[in-house]
């Protein structure tokens, strides 16, 4: 599944096995089993950013004192077993009016290419040819074409990391979405076209995430409503509220 370069890979590991029981003598029903009834159970480990999720508020942290939004600290606020405030178990459920952008449909190209910044003024063109209107509590999910080239590793990184910049995310934050998403797994351009002073690797990150609360979905597959030319929809997303988790695994829908 995609999954940022630094985050530790997503594994399933079989726990259970009709003849790993066998061999172990274990008898979960008792002795009596003429049928031979078994059972298989695994072990999943990986991080709760693994393929599409959402960021909880307390996923990136900045500063010398590593605060996350609302000035919480991780020198106060982050124990052994996860941050205690803006954690997972946290996030909302999510149900309210989606909006595609698509942003390679709008330029007639099948993706965009790697590191290739989205700008506000294109964000505002873009939602301008669809007639469509971006609404407060609205989440936005921006398509680069990406994951069109799922899973073909080359494709790939022809076209990995495009995204909003700086001036998108002033733009989505100023038309009062409580959400935004997109197909890749760092949601905006990298590397940052403006790193600004002091030199910040995501700024995108730190304004929508950090600074305001907006959430952020990643690596949401954004092709099929593309193709259908679906660009407004009732959104629903229902994150596994995890105590001490920095973010949730979750399979979005659309309903049109």
Same mark, same amino acid.
């Given at each position: 599944?995609?999954?940022?370069? !630094?985050?530790?890979?997503?594994? &399933? !590991? ?14 979960? /029903?008792?002795?009596? *089993?003429? @049928? *031979? ?7 999943? !480990? ?7 999720? &959402? ?16 000035? @919480? ?35 007639? @190209?099948? #993706? ?7 700008? #506000?003024?294109?964000? =505002?063109?873009?939602? =301008?040819?669809?007639?469509?209107? &971006? ?14 080239? /799922? ?16 001036? #998108?995310?002033? /733009? ?17 351009? =990298? ?8 030199? *910040?690797? =995501? ?49 979005? &829908?659309?309903?049109?």
């Amino acid at each position: 599944m995609p999954l940022f370069a !630094s985050h530790p890979p997503f594994e &399933v !590991s079989m726990y259970r096995t009709p003849l790993g029981l066998r061999g172990d003598g274990e008898e979960p /029903w008792g002795p009596v *089993n003429e @049928v *031979n009834l078994g059972y298989m159970a695994e072990v999943t !480990s990986g991080t709760s950013h693994s393929g599409a999720h &959402v960021d909880a508020l307390a996923h990136m942290t900045i500063g010398p004192d590593d605060h996350w939004y609302a000035g @919480v600290s991780a020198h106060e606020h982050l124990g052994d077993r996860g941050p205690k405030v803006g954690d997972a178990s946290k996030l909302p459920h999510f149900v309210t009016r989606g909006v595609l952008l698509d942003v390679p449909g709008y330029r007639g @190209v099948d #993706a965009l290419a790697a590191g290739e910044p989205i700008y #506000a003024d294109e964000l =505002q063109a873009v939602a =301008q040819r669809q007639e469509t209107e &971006v609404r407060p509590g609205d989440v936005v999910l921006i398509r680069t074409g990406y994951l069109s080239k /799922w899973p073909d590793p080359e494709a790939l990184a022809r076209h990995r990391t495009a995204g909003p910049d700086i001036s #998108a995310a002033k /733009w989505l934050l100023d038309a009062g979405v409580v959400a935004t998403g997109t197909d890749t797994e760092t949601y905006e351009v =990298q590397p940052a076209p403006d790193l600004g002073s002091p030199a *910040n690797p =995501q700024p995108v990150h730190t304004l929508l995430l950090i600074e305001e609360g907006i959430y952020l979905f990643e690596s949401i597959y954004l092709e099929e409503i593309a193709r259908e030319g679906v660009h407004e929809f009732l959104f629903i997303a229902l994150p596994t509220k995890i105590e001490g988790g920095t973010g949730s695994m979750l399979d979005p &829908v659309a309903i049109i």
